[in-house]
Each structure stands twice: as C-alpha cells, then as structure tokens.
C-alpha cells in the first residue's frame, strides 16, 4: 500500500525528510553554563551530572536581545563570550537506524555533540573552541525558522536505542553584542534528501542524475518518478546516495520529483527542470558583438562560456566579460569581473537585477567561466566549481 507523501516547498538547494519526529524540541529543559571559565572535560558526556555541578536550568532558545528567547542571559553582555548546553534524550527502538537532522537558528556560532562526538558546527574555529573564543558574525533569518539543517551523518550510527546527550556551546561575536540567540531541534526520519545533481536534463531522458541524502536503504529501494513518470532505473549507492536514470518527458519545463520507498516519500516541488538542447543559449551572426533581437535572447534556457585572463588584479580591477545589447540600446546582460567578484547582471524592464560571486582569480592565468540560466535559476561557475546560485525567474522582455 502506498503511503502519504510529505511535500516540500522548495525548488533549489532543498533539503526535506518525511514523517519527521522531533526528539529534542519546544518545551525542552536544557542546562547551561555561563562561560565565564572552560566548562569540566567530559561537560558533554552522558555521564556528567549537571544538575550535581549547579547548572542552571530553561528551555529554548536562550539568548538576550531581539525579544527571541525563552531563556534570557541578561548578565551576558560585556562578561562573558559562550554558554554551554546540554540535555539528555531517550531515543526509542523504533527510531533505531534512522537518519537524523539538527536544525538550528543561531546567532552568532556554535558546536554541537552526540555523546561527546561533535556532529555540527558553524562559525567557529578550534577542536573545541576556547570559551572565550568569538564567532564569526550571524543573524538570524527568521524568528520562527532555522538557519542550517544538518544531517548527522556522523552520529547516525551511534544514536541506537537509548539514552543520549545532546550538548551545544554557542559563542557571541564579542563582548559588547547586542544579541544572543540559539534554538535548535534533533529530528529523526527513514530517510532525507538533500539535493539533485545535475537538477536538469534534456526531455529525451535517459541521463543519469545523482539523488543526495541520507538513510537510503538498498534493501528497499525507492520508486523514484519525474513529472509523474517512474525511472526504470534506480541505484541504491550508498545510505547517502542515489543514482537514477531520468526518463522522457512530454515537453520541457519544471516536474515534481518524488522519492518513495515502503516507510513513505517525499515530493520535491519543481526539484527537475526539462529543457529543449536545440532552443537554448545566444546565437551569434558574425563578429564578437551580438543584440538580443538578432541573435536570440535571455529568456529560455542556456549557458554562456568564456575564458578569460586577468591582467591585473586588486580592487580596481574592473571589465566586462560579456555583454548583450538590447535590442532598443543600452544593455540587456553582462557578465563582468569586478576586483574579488564575478557578476551577472540583467535589466529586465530597465531595471538591474544581479547574481554575485566571490571568485578571486589568479592575474595571468586562463580561466574558464561559466553562466547558465534557466527558469528554474541562475548559475555563476569559475574553473568548474559553482561559486554562486539563486531560484530567481528571469523575466526579460
């Protein structure tokens, strides 16, 4: 019997589980420790007594400023950088073997460990970090949502049944910060899917596509359709890995991708974008300068390629890559390198929109630059590796 599938509102960089349960969640009691000194060496051990070591006790998120938090460490500003969690779970049998995810909104950074084993970090350095070490800075997206998902890869294996820590120091940029804030989630699933790599193809089919995530069983392999229509071929790689065979499709455009197996699915919205080889890119006449209404135009699909060798670098360093001229004046896109940067910029209706990358390029070497636009999103690509990407729509007249 087939069961419920689990949508996810995403088209680029997506990262979804199904009949997710959350473990570690709202109402959770956390202790915590002020990081005025290092915390005790095995702070983030099952064994440690935290309560015997006179911890204080709340829920999440802890933090002061932003009127954000439930947990509130009035004292922190100008005394102390980093404040140390923990708190201990049950993970139920039923639960045993399935992929875990930690979601977290955070500002500034922090780490987080399974039974002393770090599992996730983001903006600072160390093994473990100082307690007076800063964070790189960090605002929160969304009050209500998470910054980052991260998948337990690590800890996948060693959150059998049981009784488990969960411990996380977060860390402020500096002293006198106006704000401190950390939430976070432990949620387990059969499995995740974090992504699709190419995420399009031509409607002929038949290319092999890579579906990233985790807890993939290759002893239950997935029924995997694009638009409706079921792969004829599906790989269980790896627990983290899929490897698909797209088929035909009627036309091109965006299709839903659904990923099932006998504990459920998921529907990844628009997550495959069908494309027509023949129809897109920029068609050139004669010579090295082309207009949008003589040699094609910007609102389908295609990629732009150069090679380009800087002559000089630092913060003037300022040309155009590519350009295309509309077709009443006045430029329609251009791709240019700015000091440090690479930018695509566009003017749909005569007003500029713009897709930046950081891309230091080395002066006096060839390197291939690529742009490719779709209207599922825009590319930016240096030397191969994707510096830059959007789920913006391209509009042009």
Not at 3 to 10: C, I
Not at 167 to 176: I, M, P
Not at 287 to 298: I, V
């Amino acid at each position: 019997m087939r069961r419920a599938l689990l949508t996810l509102g995403v088209v680029l960089g997506f990262s979804g589980w199904l009949e997710a349960q959350v473990v570690v969640g709202p109402g959770h009691v956390f202790h915590y420790l002020r990081g005025y000194a290092p915390p005790p060496l095995d702070w983030n051990l099952l064994e440690f007594d935290p309560a015997a070591a006179g911890w204080d006790s709340g829920s999440l998120g802890i933090g002061y400023g932003d009127d954000d938090d439930v947990t509130i460490l009035d004292d922190m500003p100008g005394n102390y950088l980093s404040v140390y969690l923990r708190t201990e779970l049950e993970v139920p049998g039923v639960l045993e073997g399935f992929a875990w995810v930690l979601r977290a909104r955070y500002d500034d950074g922090f780490v987080a460990y399974i039974d002393g084993q770090e599992v996730a970090r983001a903006g600072l350095a160390g093994t473990p970090p100082a307690f007076d070490e800063g964070a790189q800075d960090h605002e929160i997206t969304s009050p209500a949502g998470f910054d980052d998902s991260f998948p337990l890869l690590a800890a996948t294996g060693i959150l059998s049944e049981g009784a488990h820590v969960l411990a996380v120091q977060v860390h402020n940029s500096t002293l006198d910060s106006s704000d401190l804030s950390f939430y976070a989630e432990l949620v387990a699933a059969p499995f995740i899917v974090s992504g699709i790599e190419p995420d399009r193809g031509p409607i002929e089919g038949g290319n092999t596509v890579s579906i990233h995530g985790q807890g993939f069983d290759d002893a239950d392999p997935p029924l995997v359709t694009f638009g409706g229509t079921a792969s004829g071929s599906v790989a269980v790689e790896s627990v983290a890995l899929l490897s698909v065979v797209v088929p035909p499709a009627s036309g091109p455009g965006p299709v839903d991708v659904e990923i099932e197996d006998s504990r459920g699915g998921v529907i990844l919205p628009g997550g495959y974008y069908y494309i027509v080889p023949g129809r897109s890119g920029l068609l050139f006449e004669q010579g090295d300068s082309a207009t949008a209404a003589a040699g094609g135009d910007l609102a389908g699909e295609g990629t732009i390629e150069v090679w380009i060798r800087p002559e000089q670098g630092g913060f003037f360093t300022r040309w155009a890559v590519f350009a295309v001229e509309a077709a009443g004046g006045g430029d329609l896109f251009t791709l240019e390198y700015r000091s440090t940067q690479l930018r695509a910029r566009y003017f749909p209706g005569g007003e500029e929109d713009r897709l930046t990358a950081g891309a230091d390029l080395p002066v006096q070497n060839w390197h291939h630059i690529a742009f490719t636009y779709s209207p599922a999103g825009r590319r930016v690509y240096a030397n191969g590796q994707l510096l830059a990407s959007d789920d913006h729509f391209m509009q042009l007249p």
